[in-house]
T-cell receptor, first 117, second 114 residues
Framework: DSGVTQTPKHLITATGQRVTLRCSPR?????VYWYQQSLDQGLQFLIQ???????AKGNILERFSAQQFPDLHSELNLSSLELGDSALYFC????????????????FGSGTRLTVV | QQPVQSPQAVILREGEDAVINCSSS?????VHWYRQKHGEAPVFLMI?????EQKGHEKISASFNEKKQQSSLYLTASQLSYSGTYFC???????????????FGKGTSLLVTP
């Protein structure tokens, strides 16, 4: 157990639907990152939150959104789902990154496997 | 910007050595290395900050040449447990935000056989 909890582990849904993925960071970590992993693209950065505020955005589609709550858990919302959205979605957390380097690395959750049919 | 890893895949016999390279077209602040076993989450191995330092983790070490914007991961006397996909993650300074999120390469698949 890495300390980062992601739910659900598996999700199967139809095209056009909306889903919410949830992540609880490791205790003490203020920063949460969302990544999408597909076979041909590797780990693609989506978005980062730090202490409730959005800090960085990557290749996140407009159909996707996220937020981080006061208790530091984060949710990734995926809407108008398409077949191409099928992937493994990872959440990772880290200690305060504001000093300019993420000295302790990311701790990843076990991921949510999303299948859109 | 996504760093480029090479090779894409490596097959080794137990005890052999391997080198995995990671390069970027942008100046780098740091380089991270992670290993992901099939069906599992990536696990942090080490971080290298600019300054050309080297680090080690078991029989795995890495170097970071900031001038060349490259990092290399060295696996010596490989063990069966080293099998997995290795990712480098790069953090570049001067971005439009201070998020310091990592951009990962596509990964290098390593298989160690008996």
């Amino acid at each position: 157990d890495s300390g980062v909890t992601q739910t659900p582990k598996h999700l199967i849904t139809a095209t056009g639907q909306r889903v919410t993925l949830r992540c609880s960071p490791r205790s003490g970590d203020l920063s949460v990152y969302w990544y999408q992993q597909s076979l041909d693209q590797g780990l693609q950065f989506l978005i980062q939150y730090y202490n409730g505020e959005e800090r960085a955005k990557g290749n996140i589609l407009e159909r996707f959104s996220a937020q981080q709550f006061p208790d530091l858990h984060s949710e990734l919302n995926l809407s108008s789902l398409e077949l191409g959205d099928s992937a493994l979605y990872f959440c990772a957390s880290s200690v305060n990154p504001l000093q300019g380097a993420i000295l302790n690395g990311y701790t990843f959750g076990s991921g949510t496997r999303l299948t859109v049919v | 910007q996504q760093p480029v890893q090479s090779p894409q895949a490596v097959i080794l016999r137990e005890g052999e050595d391997a080198v995995i390279n990671c390069s970027s077209s942008k100046a780098l602040y740091s380089v991270h290395w992670y290993r992901q076993k099939h069906g599992e989450a990536p696990v942090f191995l080490m971080i290298l900050l600019k300054g050309g330092e080297q680090k080690g983790h078991e029989k795995i070490s890495a170097s970071f040449n900031e001038k060349k914007q490259q990092s290399s991961l060295y696996l010596t006397a490989s063990q069966l447990s080293y099998s997995g996909t290795y990712f480098c993650g790069t953090e570049d300074p001067g971005g439009s935000n201070s998020g310091y999120a990592l951009n990962f390469g596509k990964g290098t698949s390593l298989l160690v056989t008996p």
